[in-house]
């Protein structure tokens, strides 16, 4: 190696020779460090790699290379291994085969010993167990999963947190609550129940309609310190009002005493005493929300104003409504189109107009079907058909489009007027040109008006027409209309007309008339219309072949 370094420098000496002698020197400086760089990567390559190889191959002699992940890799494997000992348990449970419960958890225990045979017998059973009832619950097997505890209880003593919150859940489910009471205890003794351990715990409480022993563990709860999340607070909560009318709300009133609501929680609160009817509780609850400065959202703002509207509270509706369109948040279609019943309930129907136009106006708040069937249903009920109309016009001019319901609705305004058979078919005419489709409904509702203004004969024109303007036969029922009403205003002749049109149809359409039917309309005509016609009636259904 000296020979080499040595021969290097002198040709190094020679190939600078001639040079000036300070750029000499440089060359022969770099030309000794390159050549100690490379004895020094030669000296590393040959003692230093073969010893860190050697290191690294006694580590992994001593430490397999599994060890790294074998903690969770065994973990897994163990527990899919216990996984499938329980299989056959399910399995057999949910065929109805004979083998029974204990001989099943005999033969699956004995597996799991070959799995698990470095730990005790209790954490072994413990294991074995929760495996068990883990599998039947996932199976939707809860009384299963009782039953293999119970036959599997005298090996554990203490057991673990994952056994007991499953239980829980599992009495809760095979509406076995009273023993997940036990469990839920139990669990408590070992550690620290979790929030769906609160949720399951309150289920079972409601179940039993147990609420001094739902305040007495709230308030164990309380005294140990235990706190759960606001996802649990609130599932717990819905689990209280859900079933429960009362207007007092009960048990959702004691979890919420004993937790801090977020603004879902009072959300929840809020909408549980709507449904009952306590609107008052529900202003109650916003003013708390206010006062404790918890910020509402737009669901706390639309289910206040349900609850005014369902109150007939206008004037605390318009404060609600104000209040919302200065909070900053965005009000939505249901906001309004809520106001909007609640002027119309209040019988501000020009305000609710003038809403309706301001939405219109407001980007992002597009009324919707509910909205316009809302005001159409207003003006109608008033027997303003054209005012009726005037919401259909701008219903339609935005693109959305009507249903039956706001059709007949319109036409419906033609009865409340009432208005005149001239007015109702024009009405009735405007409608099939923005795309009414007339069904029984329809002609049913043309009909009520047509006939209180003793339209006699055209409403029977309407119907005979029927088929060739509409492709529909008229039901039966539709010419009952118009014997009935004719009977009412004890118009005979037209009674008869209508009786005869009524036959004539239900022959052309194959109809079976229901002699009950037939007896009871002329029973209504024998009271109202003289005796020759009845006679002539009763002649038709003789003619016709029908027995009474």
């Known amino acids: 190696m000296y020979a080499a370094f040595e021969s290097m420098v002198s040709f190094a000496a020679l190939a600078t020779a001639g040079l000036d002698e300070t750029i000499r020197d440089a060359l022969l400086e770099g030309t000794v460090a390159l050549v100690v760089f490379l004895i ?15 290191s690294v191959s006694t580590l992994q002699k001593s430490q397999p290379r599994s060890e790294a ?40 225990l004995k597996q799991v010993t070959k799995i698990d045979g470095d730990v005790s017998q209790e954490v072994l059973a413990t294991r074995h167990l929760v495996t068990v009832v883990r599998s039947c619950a996932s199976a939707r097997r809860y009384h299963d999963a009782l039953v293999a505890f119970d036959l599997c209880s005298h090996q554990v003593s203490r057991g673990e947190p994952t056994l007991w919150s499953i239980l829980v859940y599992v009495a809760v489910e095979a509406d076995c609550c009273d023993r997940g009471i036990v469990f839920f205890f139990r669990l408590c003794k070992i550690s620290e129940p979790t929030g769906q351990d609160f949720v399951n715990i309150v289920r079972c409480y409601v179940r039993l309609k147990d609420l001094d022993g739902l305040r007495h563990t709230l308030a164990g709860l309380c005294n140990r310190g235990y706190k759960f999340d606001h996802v649990s607070q609130n599932k717990a909560l819905a689990a209280a009002c ?85 909070s900053g948040l965005r009000l939505n279609v249901v906001h309004w189109t809520t106001f909007i019943k609640g002027l119309i309930a209040g019988g501000c129907l020009s305000e609710a107009d003038s809403m309706l136009n301001e939405m219109l106006s407001t980007p992002g708040t597009k009324p919707d079907l509910i909205t316009y069937s809302t005001l159409v249903k207003a003006h109608a009920d008033q027997g303003n058909a054209v005012a009726a109309l005037g919401v259909l016009a701008k219903m339609l001019e935005h693109r959305v489009t009507p249903d039956e319901i706001i059709f007949n609705s319109i036409l419906a305004s033609c009865s409340a007027g009432p208005a005149s058979s001239g007015e109702t078919l024009r009405t009735f005419e405007t409608l099939l040109q923005h795309g009414l489709k007339p069904t029984t409904m329809t002609l049913s509702v043309l009909l009520k008006a047509l006939l209180l203004d003793k339209a006699w004969e055209l409403s029977i024109d309407v119907l005979e027409n029927c088929p060739q303007r509409f492709n529909m036969e008229p ?19 037209m009674a008869l007309k209508g009786f005869e049109a009524l036959f004539y149809a239900t022959s052309r359409s194959g109809e079976a008339l229901d002699p009950k039917l037939v007896s009871r309309l002329l029973r209504q005509c024998a009271s109202s219309c003289n005796e020759e016609t009845v006679s002539k009636m009763r002649n038709i259904v003789k003619h016709a072949g029908m027995n009474l």
Not at 40 to 54: A, E, N, T, V
Not at 85 to 106: F, G, H, K, N, T
Not at 303 to 320: E, F, M, P, W
């Open 475 to 493: 039901e039966s029922r539709l010419y009952v209309q118009i014997v009935q009403a004719a009977t009412k205003f004890q118009n005979g002749n």
């Open 69 to 108: 992940h074998s903690t969770s890799r065994i973990e897994r494997e163990t527990q899919q291994l216990r996984c499938r000992v329980a299989e056959p348990i399910v399995e057999s449970r949910r065929q109805a085969q004979p083998r029974s419960m204990s001989v099943l958890l005999d033969d699956s």
């Open 242 to 326: 859900t079933g429960m009318a009362s207007p007092t709300l009960e048990f959702a009133e004691a979890i919420a005493e004993n937790v801090t609501l977020d603004t879902v929680g009072y959300n929840t609160l809020m909408k549980s005493y709507a449904k009952s009817g306590c609107f008052q509780r529900c202003v109650e609850l916003r003013t708390e929300m206010s006062r404790k400065n918890i910020k509402p959202s737009e669901v706390t703002f639309g289910i206040v104003l349900d609850a005014c509207v369902g109150a007939k509270d206008l004037n605390r509706a318009k404060h609600v409504f104000a209040e919302l369109r200065t």
């Open 40 to 54: 020094c990567l030669l000296l590393f390559h040959l003692f230093g790699y073969s010893d860190r190889h050697k």
